[in-house]
């Protein structure tokens, strides 16, 4: 783990990167899979929850890129809080970190208990096809998970812009590309 940076003021740019890429990909997957059923079935609905499936499989990638970047070649800064703020934000940051993890794991399954078809090029086998509600209560977890996450989520965005219009010490512009103030 790299040490704490006393003096910078933001973090590096592949840390901005990967946060604002998650951060895109998170919005972009959640707000692809509150349309999917909005297209007929067919190839479409299939081609449109195969970039779903694809979405988050890039997401997968993007996580484990961050966290080990995190781990190993980040900077890292001082604490902007103290006490339970800074407590608060350090379950935020792990427990979506935790969440999307484990929402990626039960998308997959989820492909997995559907048999899902791939951009109509192939099928994943079903995992039980003799057991109809599965897939359905996979989904279920799923979209659960998926609104804890945006919850979080807003809630992680909120206290930035707390922080930026209230309390005003500049952590919202630790993470913003060069340029924003």
Not at 51 to 56: A, E, F, P, V
Not at 128 to 134: R, V
């Given at each position: 783990m790299q040490p704490v940076t006393p003096s910078a003021k933001r973090y590096d740019t592949a840390t901005i990167a990967f946060h604002w890429l998650t951060a895109i990909l998170v919005a972009t997957q959640w707000l692809g899979a509150q349309t999917i059923d909005w297209f007929p079935k067919g190839p479409?609905?299939?081609d449109v929850r195969s970039?779903?499936?694809?979405?988050?499989v890039l997401l997968a990638a993007i996580l484990l890129g961050r966290?080990?970047?995190?781990?190993t070649g980040g900077r890292r800064l001082p604490p902007s809080d103290r006490?339970?703020?800074q407590i608060l934000a350090k379950a935020t940051h792990w427990g979506l970190y935790l969440l999307l993890g484990v929402m990626i794991l039960v998308g997959l399954f989820v492909?997995?208990?559907?048999?899902?078809?791939?951009?109509n090029q192939f099928n994943l086998p079903t995992f039980?096809?003799?057991?109809?509600?599965?897939p359905d209560q996979a989904q279920d977890i799923h979209a659960i998970i998926g609104w804890i996450i945006v919850a979080v989520a807003g809630l992680h965005a909120a206290a930035a812009l707390f922080h930026?219009?209230?309390m005003r010490d500049g952590v919202l512009a630790r993470m913003l590309p060069r340029g924003g103030r």
């Open positions: 479409l609905r299939v970039l779903h499936i694809t979405g988050g966290v080990v970047w995190r781990l006490g339970v703020l492909a997995w208990a559907q048999g899902a078809s791939i951009f039980d096809p003799n057991n109809d509600a599965l930026r219009y209230v």
